[in-house]
């Protein structure tokens, strides 16, 4: 099974609207660590927001807020106020625990284009 | 704080060439990664260091690929012989240490391009 799941390949949203990308996750561990990263053309891979499994609260940061629903095993992005800037591919990515091999695995991406 | 630092940015070489990159970590991480991303994919882990202990290298093609971390601090991942699906970016990341916390918060370099002909 896939660990992590981004079914959006693609998506448009106007800018200064708010957008939502989907990400579910597949894991046993009771202990990991939901991430999403900025990849614009460039290439590089920017942090963005972080949610762990035991955080109460959902993430924000700044225009970034993740929609952690942990029951359902999702932790979608939340994008307020889109810019054109915003226009890069997201990925979401998870962390288990040392049991399960540490590694950060990434979903496929979705690439987001916000139209002025 | 400087951030990841990877060379070269960009790399054009023949198949059956070799071809090396460098990485130098976010300093005081413990952690350093390399991981391959294919165009319109996510990035694949090809191996990850503790210091200069090798941690995981389960997906590294190792018959083609190599990578040291000898000091425990700059990294080298090396491709001999080259073939037309190396073709990739080659990102170098670094985290304070291994966990799942927010402090391990894994941050990549810019990534080196690799065009394979």
């Known amino acids: 099974a896939q660990k992590i799941t981004q079914t959006q390949p693609g998506m448009f949203v106007q800018e200064k609207e708010a957008v939502t990308l989907d990400c579910t996750y597949d894991?046993?561990?009771?202990?990991?660590?939901l991430f999403w990263y900025k990849q614009p053309s460039s290439g590089e891979m920017i942090f963005l927001i972080y949610?762990?499994?035991?955080?109460?609260q959902n993430a924000t940061e700044g225009r970034y807020s993740l929609n952690f629903q942990k029951a359902r095993k999702s932790a979608n992005l939340v994008i307020s106020a889109s810019q054109l800037g915003d226009s890069a591919m997201y990925f979401c990515?998870?962390?288990?625990?040392?049991?399960?091999?540490?590694?950060?695995?990434f979903g496929a991406g979705t690439i987001l284009r916000v139209k002025s | 704080e400087a951030g990841v630092a990877q060379s070269p940015r960009y790399k054009i070489i023949e198949k059956r060439q070799s071809v090396a990159f460098w990485c130098n970590p976010i300093?005081?991480?413990?952690?350093l990664y390399w991981y391959q991303q294919i165009l319109g994919q996510g990035p694949k882990l090809l191996i990850q260091?503790?210091?200069?202990?090798?941690?995981?290298d389960s997906q590294l093609p190792k018959d083609r690929f190599s990578a040291e971390r000898l000091k425990g601090v700059d990294s080298t991942l090396k491709i001999q012989p080259a073939k037309l699906e190396d073709s990739a970016v080659y990102l170098c990341?670094?985290?304070?240490?291994?966990?799942?916390?927010?402090?391990?918060?894994?941050?990549f370099g810019e990534g080196s391009w690799l065009t394979v002909v």
């Open positions: 990515a998870m962390r288990e625990g040392r049991e399960y091999g540490n590694k950060l695995v």
């Open positions: 260091f503790q210091n200069n202990g090798v941690v995981d």
């Open positions: 894991t046993s561990d009771p202990s990991y660590g």
């Open positions: 990341a670094s985290s304070l240490t291994i966990g799942t916390g927010s402090g391990n918060t894994i941050y």
């Open positions: 949610q762990g499994s035991y955080d109460q």
């Open positions: 300093s005081g991480h413990a952690t």
